[in-house]
């Protein structure tokens, strides 16, 4: 092992393997703090240039380029309510509003030192557990992917700031859209109106740039001509606060952390859904919640811990078994493929100065998150010295461009138009819309995941608690949602 430890080594403190690591770095830094371009856009356009190089630098290029992207999707959202990867979509309101009390700098610190620990933590598990907690990821099956995605649909209730009412109206229409294309158990188009483009389903990406950046432009375009700005111009002191910060919310660190690992250690499930899971339970289990949605740091603190994980975490099934965490993982496994190494148990003995060259790539890719991402955020604060009437017709080209490029048509574009109205319209009527892109998200995995068992079990209901971990999940979201009930009908019953 130490043999193979110190090839690892060598073979990632090159010269050449050192310098692709830093221009993807700069590489992630850019795609992700655009609006409308993801990490997993970042994966997919280095794919061709990895074909000309060795395993190692290629590895490091899709690593390095994935962490730095999920980090720098905090930057427009603090500064301009617009997520630039899903994965900080669910505390973008969270995190705008902050920045609107004055607080941008506290903010970004927070983002970019707790994404740094947050990843340190997903590498250490992935490199201390990968095989146990892979081993936990094989045995979910449609079952426990079904009563996952309930308790995941739980978070509406905790995300949402105001009227329940409205928070689960949103999630709804999120779930009402996410039935639009073809059925996943029967073949046939739904709700697609004999449209070709509404078979594939309404894509995640292009929706979710319509209801945060979109509707957020065209407030903008409202007080174009108004004076003042949205939040600060100047970012100083990125590191003051932050002591007191980790000193209060370490708890919160630590738990997003854990979340984000084994959410992203689920096949399917990724830095998003730990995002909004985690974001959730801070709010749960927070002794302020009632300050959660007016700029509170403590969900940014826990959610952006857990994104950040989930992507080391997502690794444990990829290398393990050959079962992609996340789209960015089955990409990975394609150049894995691609480069001779086939994933799976047996690429521990056959190529285990590769598997540790990753592991010290992850570390060096976290570490160096800390100055480019000063960097970056000392960068970006130009953005807000741009006019408003310059700014918003370049961050709506970067939408359209996102958007058109995740349906490879303009079907992607009229995506991100309807939900940029219907994001807006929902906004002025006191509707979040956090619980809508809630809804999308989770929606196919539960309608998925219920007709396969069903099909499974011939119809018996009981089988979803028969298997161990199902029947644990089941208990737990059924308890949660008897709670919630509960509490609902307290004050209605004392008023009687």
């Known amino acids: 092992m130490s043999s193979a430890i110190l090839a690892a080594f060598g073979l990632v403190f090159d010269p050449y393997v050192l310098t692709v690591i830093l221009l993807s770095a700069i590489f992630g830094l850019f795609v992700g703090a655009m609006p409308g371009l993801t990490a997993t856009m970042a994966t997919a356009l280095l794919v061709p240039v990895t074909f ?24 427009p959202a603090a500064m301009l309510r617009m997520p630039g990867t899903p994965a900080s979509a669910a505390y973008t309101d969270e995190s705008y509003a902050m920045s609107r009390k004055g607080q941008l700098e506290l903010n970004l610190g927070v983002n970019l030192v707790f994404s740094v620990l947050g990843g340190l933590i997903g590498v250490l598990v992935l490199i201390l557990a990968a095989p146990s907690l892979a081993e ?19 978070c509406a209730i905790f995300i949402s700031t105001g009227d329940p009412v409205k928070g689960f109206l949103s999630l709804f229409v999120g779930l009402a859209i996410g039935c639009i294309g073809i059925d996943p158990a029967a073949g046939y188009p739904r709700f697609t109106f004999g449209n070709v483009d509404l078979m594939s389903g309404i894509n995640f990406i292009p929706t979710m740039i319509g209801v945060f950046a979109v509707s957020e432009l065209m407030r903008g375009v409202m007080t174009v001509d108004q004076a003042g700005r949205p939040v600060q111009e100047k970012v100083g002191a990125l590191f003051r606060g932050l ?68 992507i080391g975490g997502a690794w444990i099934p990829a290398l ?5 965490g996340d789209s960015i993982t089955a990409i990975v496994i394609g150049v894995l493929y691609m480069k001779g190494m086939n994933p799976g148990p047996t690429v521990f003995l056959e190529n285990p100065q590769l598997i540790y060259a990753v592991f010290i790539i992850f570390i060096l890719a976290n570490l160096l998150m800390l100055p480019l991402g000063y960097a970056a955020i000392r960068g970006a604060r130009h953005l807000l010295a741009i006019p408003k009437n310059v700014l918003l017709p370049i961050i709506l080209l970067f939408c359209v461009v996102g958007s058109f490029a995740m349906t490879n048509s303009p079907y992607g574009i009229v995506l991100m138009l309807i939900f940029g109205v219907v994001g807006w319209l929902m906004e002025e009527n006191g509707i979040p819309v956090a619980p809508l892109i809630l809804g999308l998200v989770l ?16 119809g018996e209901f009981l089988v979803f608690f028969q298997r161990p971990i199902a029947g644990l999940l089941g208990a737990l979201t059924l308890t949660t949602w008897g709670l919630m ?12």
């Not at 994935?66 to 720098?72: P, R, V």
């Not at 393990?320 to 992609?324: E, N, S, T």
């Not at 009930?485 to 009687?496: S, T, V």
């Open 443 to 458: 929606g196919e995995l539960l309608e998925h995941s219920f007709m396969t068992s069903m099909i499974k079990s011939d």
């Open 320 to 324: 393990v078994f050959g079962i992609p």
């Open 243 to 310: 002591g007191e910060v980790t000193r209060k919310y370490w708890t919160n660190f630590l738990r997003g952390s854990a979340v984000g690992t084994l959410i992203g250690a689920l096949p399917g499930a990724g830095a998003d859904i730990a995002a909004w899971v985690s974001y959730a339970m801070a709010k749960r289990f927070s002794k302020e919640p009632e300050k959660f949605g007016t700029g509170h740091i403590e969900g940014i603190v826990e959610s952006t811990s857990a994104n950040n994980s989930a």
């Open 52 to 75: 000309f190089m060795s395993p190692v630098p290629a590895l490091g290029a899709i690593v390095t380029a994935t962490a730095m992207a999920i980090f720098a999707g905090d930057i």
């Open 485 to 496: 009930l509960w509490r609902g009908l307290r004050p209605a019953r004392a008023a009687i």
């Open 136 to 154: 936990l990821a094989i045995n979910f099956s449609s079952f426990e992917y079904f009563w996952l995605a309930c308790l995941g649909l739980t």
